[in-house]
């Protein structure tokens, strides 16, 4: 849920420049989960299909199932593990100066744009994410730049929050 920012852990409580303090802070919504936990099924599933497969006398099954699961369950595994990593990897800022947007671990990808720079502030709703509570807060800058938020929680609320401080 959108939140005051309090701790001083992460990417941008560390990279904050001089009297630079963070107003808004966030990250992905919980409905994510379902996406990850769907994944994660998948691969369970592929895992016994392709243990337990193997030993049934269907010939078919165990020309299915055998080095085709492996694949797929290595796939899916990694993707879950992916999809977990990078939700709690994903940091969405608003401080006095800037607007930023981290995600990754290990390989990082980070977006920043200076709120003078601000000309736009887009919200993006899905029919399931008025129903559940979970949107897209898009922020445009002078020339192509762009700052996304996806699958914010409450994402008019986060708008209201960020339009005063723009």
Request: proline share 2%.
């Amino acid at each position: 849920m959108n939140k005051k920012y309090t701790d001083n852990k992460g990417y941008t409580a560390s990279n904050l420049s001089k009297g630079e303090e963070v107003i808004f802070s966030s990250g992905p919504s919980k409905w994510v989960w379902i996406g990850i936990t769907v994944t994660g099924l998948i691969a369970i599933t592929a895992v016994v299909f392709t243990l337990f497969g193997l030993n049934s006398s269907s010939r078919w099954i165990q020309y299915f199932v055998g080095i085709p699961g492996a694949f797929i369950s290595l796939a899916f595994g990694m993707g879950f593990l992916g999809s977990i990593i990078a939700y709690y990897t994903t940091e969405y800022v608003v401080t006095n100066k800037k607007i930023v947007f981290k995600s990754g671990w290990i390989a990082r990808k980070t977006d920043e744009l200076l709120l003078k720079k601000t000309e736009g502030l887009d919200v993006d709703q899905s029919i399931a994410g008025r129903l559940l509570g979970f949107g897209t807060v898009s922020f445009s800058g002078t020339g192509s730049q762009k700052v996304v938020f996806g699958m914010i929680d409450n994402p008019l609320e986060a708008k209201k929050q960020i339009d005063s401080i723009i």
